[in-house]
């Protein structure tokens, strides 16, 4: 099909939209030569996301709702037995179908010990089409759950809209991009951009060919120092007018994904500075490092120095309630969801055949190559101003966490988030805390469990909880501040 003949699919496209769901099989009538409505049908793919069509299952086209993203989560439990599949295919294709076994295997298991010591040890880690694939096999799964559970979260209190662009800074072998995929509804349009340099693009390029129709997928192979977001078509031009496509004329991406890329960046807070002027007007930068030590603090210090200098402020869930204090604690924090079932093919590279997993003896590995754990940290960034929970507190009334060293063996009134999972050993339930002002690691520590302070247990990650007669006390142990929840204090959460 020639362009004149394109061009007119696209005009009769932009005028039936608005009376009737567009049909190939009417359009290509109204196309001089009348092309075949096959034809017509890619230049309406081709398309889509220029003139905001998604495809039905019965082959045509309407345009994409302009409401809020609605997504249904309830948590992820098994990485997709068809994606396992896809990667599966490429080991074989590359090693042969014993790719588990002889010296394959062996290679493979020793770029996973390679990689993980890499990044335990800070250093830089090249990836090639092996490490690729062993990288593909041992952290595919886990990235796909982390993505939903962030990026589930982001929606539910709506700053997604159903015509969702994405940008996936270090997309890698695509665990994010799957997990997008699959969180939203089958009749909202994405418009999903990859930036990867490296092997690992070879991977991500055959996992996103399992996507479906109305996930638009363009993959940019330079690195996050030297792409561009700007210069991406039709995304960050001022002057758009949506060709006629578009009435709000809205420009910028929707959600800019840094998973798990920051820490192998040598300047990260100048790069997500640059690429913040690619975000929409309402839209979001997601952080995402594993919840090592070193990745986990090295997130929150790109946080921090990005919001201490502008324009990003921090939606959540590291929240500063206090205008004009900064945090100086190191905050590991991280959240910790249940274990997913370890898939086929990590077991298999860890104890052979998946029939003879069971087995006792050298074959066996002992879980060494199998990665079920779903713990992150993560950082909502915004250019809006917006918080997730948007209040300051009365110093009349309640204690910043900065000054709790001068309210040690007293009791405060104080407002903080909660940011961990129990980190007791069989002991009182303990809880990495923050206000945003606190100079020392703060944990809240639950002596007495009452109805009146139940919700320091009950509260989810990054929730915002309100103390009454929290008994302050130094953690020598720590170098800590421990707030004391006891029969006196009472917890409530305050809501979103």
Partial sequence: MNDDQREQVRSNAKYLRQVRPVDPEEIYEYVDGQPHPAAVAQVLRESAVDLGLVEREDGTFEPVEEEPLSVSFHGVETFPVEYGRTLEDRLVAEYGPGWPDGDSGDRLRERIRSFKDDYYNQRAVEYDGETALAYALYHLPDYYAVAQYVLADLAREGPLPKRLRVLDVGAGVGGPALGLHDLVPEDALVDYHAVEPSDAADVLADLLDETGRNFHHTVHRETAEAFEPGAVAGVTDPDRSGDGDSDDGDTGFDVILFSNVLSELDDPEAVVRRYADALAEDGTIVGLAPAD?????????????????????????????????????????????????????????????????????????????????????????????????????????????????????????????????????????LFRVSDGSQEVDHFAVLTDESTLNRDLLTAEYGDVLAVENALVLWNDDEDAVNLVIDGEAVVDRIPV
């Avoid at 869930?317 to 079932?341: K, M, Q």
């Avoid at 050298?362 to 809006?384: I, M």
């Fill in 293 to 429: 030590r070193n990745t986990a603090i090295g997130l929150r210090e790109v946080e921090r120095a990005v919001a201490d200098r502008g324009p990003l402020t921090i939606y959540g869930p590291d929240v500063r309630l206090w205008p004009g204090e900064t945090p100086e604690d190191d905050c590991w924090s991280f959240e910790v969801e249940p274990d997913i079932e370890v898939p086929v093919f990590q077991r298999r590279l860890d104890g052979g055949d998946p029939g003879e997993v069971g087995l006792d003896g050298p074959e066996r590995r002992d879980g060494e190559f199998e990665n079920a754990d779903v713990q992150y940290a993560y950082t909502y960034l915004r250019t809006d101003g917006r918080r997730r929970v948007d209040f300051t507190p009365d110093d009349s009334r309640v204690a910043r966490l900065a000054d709790t060293d001068d309210l040690i063996t007293e009791r405060a009134n104080v407002y903080f988030a909660k940011l961990s999972r129990d980190l007791s050993d069989d002991g009182y339930p």
